[in-house]
């Protein structure tokens, strides 16, 4: 791991500050508190035991949608709700990043559902999201969009439309607004006690795994947004407390694309479970599994099993040579905290529960990547006494880089002798900010060549990393920061790439 006067610069202000708000866990919940916070002129420190967005927040279904399952739920609010943020986070807050991609839901003769009771379904979701969409396309026009489709025993498909992110990507982007807005961030930094004052929770003792030091951290409030470790923290607030909720566990693969596909495929296995698979960075993305989980958090991983329920799961709509074992490019897993309940973790509702400690902690439990903006404010809202804030303007606003990719990939393609996959990829990733990434090939134009072959990723990009996102090792670019992990690409030669490129960004 490499370490930089960076690093030095926040642990000096983590330890001199006094903070409006400390926030605790950098997945996209933590992330968005902490910039929402700063925006509004709060002197804000954002801390995680790992890296910004290297549990949950990226393991997910990676996906900004409606939730068209929760409608069979009867979450009709949570649809509505998150239909709002998914059009926020398209025009406003990260259009770089969100993309849009219409979505096949199959029907099997046998299968848990008839073709008017989707149309039915479809329509309302449809009309929920302000789309036009909603309706049935006939087994060869549907196979004309994924090549993969299963004809036999296809009875027709329901089309909606939903979209798509890189989820590490907008955490990360969350923590750079949090940080332009004057938050001290630092990763890989866990907190191991908490302070009080009168019996107040009034910050805390920070570990940096990096350097060893201890740092105290002072707050007026601190909020836990720790997610699957959210437990812990309370504990520390008040020792011998019964756990919130309970661990599911949700595990994606990916493949090889062999073909394009314009439309991803919504395939039921219920009247509740879905698997989703869906052209995504380059590869087929498959998932998730939704499975009790008792371990160690930190622990957590894609089984054998894991891997093979996915594959079949999505055989149900795939051709089987398409999800052949030895065509695996990569797995991962991540965890959901759910509420206790006497039925499976697949029923458990995903509302959001926010909870107030003996000492005034704040706990964010539960959350949905595509509405962590409305989470983020709720959160506020709730501490605003204690803060001091008047009413709160709920607007979206752009995160860093937000704009139009189109129109700086065809820019950066003009500009710099780069390929127009790898353009689209840095106009995709960083948008309006992918010109300060290529501008480090000024000096040294191999920056300009790609890490690997089969990846649009560039060797600026791991500079970039190193010198502008807070990465410490070649996990952190590898994982959070390019598609090299998710494509298989996490071989010895280019870890020790990444490590020499890493050596040579100059820390900020």
């Known amino acids: 791991m490499t370490s930089g006067p960076w690093r030095e610069a926040a642990r000096a202000e ?17 992330a968005g508190i902490a910039s929402e916070a700063a925006r509004v002129g709060l002197r804000v420190a954002l801390v995680d035991r790992s890296d910004f967005g290297g549990a949950t927040s990226s393991a997910s279904s990676k996906l900004i949608h409606g939730g068209l399952r929760y409608l069979r739920l009867g979450d009709v609010k949570l649809v509505r709700e998150a239909h709002a943020e998914r059009r926020a986070l398209l025009r406003v807050v990260a259009p770089h990043l969100v993309r849009r991609i219409p979505f096949l839901f199959p029907i099997y003769r046998g299968g848990p559902y008839r073709p008017a009771t989707i149309q039915a379904g479809l329509w309302t979701y449809s009309t929920l999201a302000g789309d036009r969409l909603g309706g049935l396309v006939k087994p060869e026009r549907a196979r004309r969009s994924v090549p993969a489709l299963r004809l036999e025993g296809l ?7 939903d979209s798509w992110t890189h ?14 807005a004057g938050a001290t961030v630092l990763n890989y930094a866990e907190v191991v006690d908490l302070a009080t004052v009168d019996g107040a929770v009034a910050g805390a ?8 030091e201890i740092l105290a951290v002072s707050a007026r409030a601190v909020v836990n947004a720790t997610g699957p470790w959210l437990d812990v923290l309370r504990r520390l607030e008040e020792p011998g ?9 949700g595990v994606h693969v990916t493949l090889p694309l062999d073909e394009p596909w314009s439309s991803a495929l919504t395939i039921p296995h219920d009247q509740i479970r879905v698997t989703f698979a869906y052209p995504w960075e380059g590869t087929l993305l498959l998932g998730t599994t939704d499975t009790p989980y008792e371990g160690d958090p ?7 099993d894991d891997i093979d329920t996915v594959l079949a799961e999505a055989a149900v709509a795939v051709d089987g040579a398409v999800l052949r074992r030895d065509r695996v490019l ?37 959350g949905k990547l595509t509405t962590y903006r409305h989470i983020a404010l709720d959160a506020l809202e709730r501490l605003a006494p204690t803060l001091g804030l008047s009413r709160l303007d709920r607007r979206p606003v752009p995160l860093p880089g937000a704009t139009d990719a189109g129109n700086v990939a065809a820019r950066l393609a003009r500009a710099w002798p780069i390929e127009q996959p790898v353009a689209a990829h840095l106009a995709h990733f960083y948008g309006s900010r992918a010109d300060r990434v290529v501008a480090l090939a000024a000096e040294r134009p191999e920056l300009l060549e790609r890490v690997h072959p089969d990846a649009p990723d560039i060797g600026a990009q791991v500079v970039f990393a190193g010198r502008e996102e807070w990465a410490t090792s070649a996990a952190d670019v590898l994982h959070r920061r390019t598609t090299l992990a998710a494509r298989g690409l996490t071989g010895a030669d280019i870890v020790s790439r990444i490590d020499g490129l890493l050596g040579v960004a100059v820390p900020r």
Not at 17 to 25: E, I, K, Q, R, W
Not at 155 to 161: D, K, S
Not at 205 to 212: F, M
């Open 14 to 30: 983590l330890a001199r500050a006094p903070f409006d708000l400390l926030v605790v866990g950098s997945g996209i919940v933590g």
């Open 155 to 161: 009875r027709g498909c329901g089309v909606y439309q």
């Open 167 to 180: 989820d590490g990507r907008l955490c990360l982007a969350n923590v750079t607004a949090a940080a332009e």
């Open 205 to 212: 003792e920070v570990h940096d795994r990096l350097s060893g």
């Open 241 to 249: 407390l019964a756990p919130y909720g309970q661990l599911s566990k």
């Open 298 to 304: 930190a622990d957590v991983t894609a089984t054998d």
């Open 330 to 366: 990569a797995t991962y897993a991540g965890l959901r905290v759910l509420p206790l309940s006497d039925g499976s973790t697949v029923d458990a509702r995903r509302e959001t529960a926010i909870l107030v400690g003996r000492g005034g902690m704040l706990t964010v439990a539960g």
